[in-house]
């Protein structure tokens, strides 16, 4: 395996075990979204609503570093993507442009 190989390999599976967090870190998000909602007590609401936006804020640090991994996978392989914030459309609308949204829906990242 050249070194290449190794790197794609490697940049592969962190983008995998990132947007996998991402999704776990999202349910459980909900899940604390969904326990305040129905709390009586306004300060086990309030924590819930903490817990959640903390958790909500975990998912979309992972989604982050998954895009850059995908990224980083595509500048290895050739495939020039460019980083954008992720509170930016823009590099959606580009990788869907360009043609790459199919690679990031398949690691689970769109």
Not at 32 to 48: I, K, P, R, S, Y
Not at 52 to 78: I, L, Y
């Amino acid at each position: 395996m050249t070194g290449k190989e190794i790197v794609l390999k490697h940049l592969k599976k962190s983008a995998d075990h990132h947007s996998a967090m991402a999704e776990t870190e999202q349910k459980i998000s909900k899940t604390h979204g969904d326990a305040a909602e129905a709390h009586t007590n306004a300060v086990l609401a309030q924590h819930h609503r903490d817990l959640s936006d903390h958790f909500g804020a975990a998912a979309q640090h992972h989604t982050d570093r998954a895009k850059h991994f995908v990224s980083m996978h595509e500048h290895v392989s050739g495939v020039e993507g460019e980083l954008f914030d992720s509170h930016s459309d823009a590099g959606d609308e580009l990788i869907s442009a360009a043609g790459h949204d199919s690679f990031l829906k398949r690691c689970g990242i769109f």
